[in-house]
């Protein structure tokens, strides 16, 4: 079983930032990719930002050019930098992991833009 925490969220004020950290532990064998989910209330699931073991990135447009995913393979933990934050970003934030046929999800860290 693998086990993620994240850390990192809480209140900001519009334009402010935000830097989220998801470390994995636990049965870690090969990992293909981890990323950020979103979930605001009463919507879907979406995603944020992935980044690959091999350090291949994908975006949500909506973030794209204020938001920097991140990875240390070594310590097995993935990094987003939020910045120029707007409240539309309020969301929990779920880290999520993927090896194999498996993927695992974090508990969720709330973020909160407002002034």
């Known amino acids: 079983q693998v086990q993620l925490v994240e850390s990192g969220g809480g209140l900001v004020q519009p334009g402010g930032s935000l830097r989220l950290s998801c470390a994995a532990s636990?049965?870690?064998?090969?990992?293909?990719?981890m990323g950020w989910y979103r979930q605001a209330p009463e919507k879907a699931r979406d995603l944020v930002a992935t980044?690959?073991?091999?350090?291949?990135?994908n975006y949500a447009d909506s973030v794209k050019g204020r938001f920097t995913i991140s990875r240390d393979n070594a310590k097995n933990t993935v990094y987003l930098q939020m910045n120029s934050l707007k409240p539309e970003d309020t969301a929990i934030y779920y880290c999520?992991?993927?090896?194999?046929?498996?993927?695992?999800w974090g508990q969720g860290t709330q973020v909160t833009v407002s002034s």
């Open positions: 999520k992991l993927n090896q194999g046929w498996a993927n695992y």
């Open positions: 636990g049965s870690i064998r090969a990992i293909n990719a």
């Open positions: 980044i690959t073991t091999g350090g291949t990135i």
